[in-house]
Every structure is written in C-alpha cells, then in structure tokens.
C-alpha cells in the first residue's frame, strides 16, 4: 500500500476549508496508522485507535454500533485475504477546532486461497480528533460502473436562492431504534430528529434543488451512486446535489425514506459540538427499495449539515451479523 504522505499521494488530498498543518499531519497519520493494522490483518486491534464513545458503520455490517468489541468482531472478518489498500482521494474538512473529517474513495486488494485477487472501491468518512485518535469510520462500497452517477456530466450553473424555506417545522421523525452513544441533551436529539426530518421532506416530497439549503457552508456530500465526493456550497457546486437527487430519485416517482436505526453522539461534552447521527434506513422509490448505511454531521448552532454519507448495505449473504446486546 502507498502511504497517503508519498509524493504520488500527496496530489490527492483536497482541503475543503484551510486547516492547520498540525491538524493535517494528525489526521494522515491516524488513517495511516488504521490501513497499517488493516494491512496487517489486526482486526481486534483495530478498535485502539478509537476513542471511546465512538461510532462504526462498516460496508457489510448488518447494523451501525457504537461498541467498541463489534469494531473488532467486524474487522477481524472483514479483512480475510486482505492484499492491499489504495487511497484513491481524500478530502480534508477541518470540524471545528478539535476535529477533522477526512472523507473520500479508497481500493481494497483482496485473495482467497489461490484464487484471483478482486478489486472493490468504497467511500470513506472519518473523524479523527486532535489526539489523533478515529471518532467515527462509515465505510460504503461504490455500485457497479453501470450504476454510477458520474457527476461531470452536468453543465454547471449559478447556484439558485432559495428564499422560502418550507420545512421550518421542528416535527420529530419516526424511527425504529434510537439510541444515544454518549450523554445527549433534549436538544441536541430533538435537532437530530428535526435535520433528518428535513432531510426525509426533501427526499419524499421530490424537493431537490432545496437540498443544498440544508447544509453549511464548506460541507461535503457522499452519495451512495456518486462517482465521487461533493463539495458544497462553493459557487455552481449547489447544482450538483440537485442533479444528483434527480438521477438518482427521480421526480417522477414516489420516494419514501424511512429511518430504522439511529445513534446520536456528540463529539464533545458541551452544547456547541458537533453532532454524529448515523444509523441505517429503507428508501422505496417508485417500486424499487433498497436499504443504506447514512451519517449525517450536523452543526450544533444551526442544525446544517456539514457533511453526508449514504452507503448501500451489503446483501444478506455477504454482511457480517455483529451482536446484539440481550
């Protein structure tokens, strides 16, 4: 594997915001250091890098979890006949002052046996602290060329203002299993439910060019069919979400997104941190339903969302089933 510093690497890497050499060095070393015990095929060491009151979305996992001994259970099946890791492009997004996300594409080299080694490529969203230590990893493998939304196809254009924001209502949302990783407020899970509530009139309602509103200024997007990640809000950019929602949706279809499974975590103990939401969920559109992984990052003052995940959960012959506390 080619660490992320070498020359070749180093063209790869984005910054969305400036972001502090120190900062940098931190969160490259602490991806580094993860593909380093991947690598190595130390799946139950794999969970020491992170630090407690952490979440996991894995590409196969049947569930997101915020237990620590699931990260080890998951890793220590999922790299069998490992070969290889590739970081194809990794966006840096400085999180305030003590984080930074780390978003992007990577490749995994994979052989059992003697049979042929197999290339998968995924998306990748990490938080990674000051102290250099993982605050949350959702990994979703990218579809089939034929799937893909390739997002330089669309002729850019000024972003359009939206003036009207129909979806000030602060109703809560129905979800099947909520559960908070550390200590939350009634504040802070009532505007998780309000961002993902947003999120859901957005997609049900076929709203699509409304969707970049909903996020902060210098954010991310990571679509499930997307070639590639987004950056939003920075000049024609907007449109991209927008075409995106409508490859993907459709408006001529019936979309209903419904969430299953969520867990809350705020990344500091105080009212201004920043808030991890990531679960899984079941999205019909037209007579079509598939179900994903999502991490939502939200921004504690406005509720925006400062970046996205959404990744296809794998099928049921290849996830790998964590436990479940009785």
């Known amino acids: 594997m080619k660490k992320v510093l070498s020359g070749q690497q180093t063209l790869n890497i984005i910054r969305v915001k400036p972001i502090s050499p120190i900062i940098q060095q931190t969160t490259i070393a602490a991806l580094n250091a993860w593909a380093d015990k991947a690598l190595a095929h130390e799946g139950d060491q794999i969970s020491s890098l992170f630090a407690p009151h952490s979440t996991f979305s894995g590409t196969m996992a049947d569930r997101v979890t915020g237990d620590l001994n699931d990260i080890k259970i998951y890793m220590s099946s999922f790299l ?36 042929p080694i197999t290339k998968t490529t995924g998306h990748f969203s990490f938080i990674v602290d000051k102290e250099g230590k993982l605050r949350h990893h959702h990994s979703g493998i990218k579809l089939n060329e034929e799937a893909v939304i390739t997002l330089d196809k669309i002729t850019e254009h000024p972003p359009v203002l939206v003036v009207s924001d129909p979806l000030h209502k602060a109703e809560e949302i129905v979800c099947g299993e909520m559960q908070c990783v550390s ?9 998780v439910l309000t961002a993902l ?34 950056k939003l809000n920075d000049g024609s950019n907007s449109k991209l979400l927008e075409f995106y929602l409508e490859q993907f949706l459709t408006r001529a279809k019936q979309n209903t997104l419904t969430w299953k499974e969520l867990l809350i975590n705020p990344l500091e103990n105080h009212m201004q941190s920043p808030i991890v939401a990531t679960g899984t969920y079941r999205l019909t559109t037209g007579s079509d339903t598939l179900e994903g992984h999502f991490t939502f990052i939200l921004e504690a003052k406005t509720g925006k969302y400062l970046h996205f995940h959404s990744g296809l959960k794998a099928d049921k012959s290849t996830e790998i089933v964590l436990p479940r506390n009785v």
């Open 197 to 230: 509530k947003r999120w859901e009139n957005i997609v049900g309602e076929n709203k699509f060019e409304e969707a970049d509103s909903l996020f902060s200024p210098l954010s991310t997007f990571c679509g499930m069919r997307a070639d590639r990640v987004i």
């Open 183 to 191: 200590p939350t407020t009634v504040e802070q899970r009532h505007l």
């Open 80 to 115: 069998k006949g490992l070969k290889g890791i590739s970081w194809n492009l990794i966006k840096l997004n400085p999180i305030g002052e003590n984080f930074c996300l780390a978003t992007g594409s990577y490749t995994f080299e994979k052989q059992y046996g003697t049979g």
